[in-house]
């Protein structure tokens, strides 16, 4: 499967955003960027990680460190979430085990 790509400069464009802050992102390892004859594209699925690390940037000023740091957090709450669900799940099954061991 080939995937969607967009030029930076056409994204740039569109969005009012300076090419440069794409640039930082890359330079981050928040996002990767491909070049093809000389051209730099953004994959697709990339698109909303690229438009809410813009919103942190250009509304909240928010500069690219600070976005790495806050996208690490929101990566970790996120992991916790899912141990947390995970964890409930499990209990749900002992409970249930219990539940039916008293009935017996």
Do not use: W
């Not at 464009?13 to 440069?20: G, L, R």
């Not at 996208?71 to 002992?94: A, F, G, I, P």
């Amino acid at each position: 499967m080939q995937n969607e790509l967009i030029i930076v400069s056409d994204y740039c464009n569109y969005c009012h955003i300076d090419p440069s802050f794409i640039a930082l992102l890359n330079e981050e390892g928040l996002i990767d960027l491909s070049t093809k004859e000389g051209e730099r594209y953004i994959l697709i699925e990339q698109l909303p990680e690229v438009e809410r690390y813009a919103r942190m940037y250009y509304d909240l000023e928010i500069n690219p460190e600070g976005i790495d740091v806050i996208n690490h957090l929101l990566e970790k709450v996120h992991d916790l979430q899912q141990e947390v669900k995970s964890l409930r799940d499990e209990l749900q099954v002992y409970k249930q085990f219990a539940f039916e061991e008293l009935e017996e």
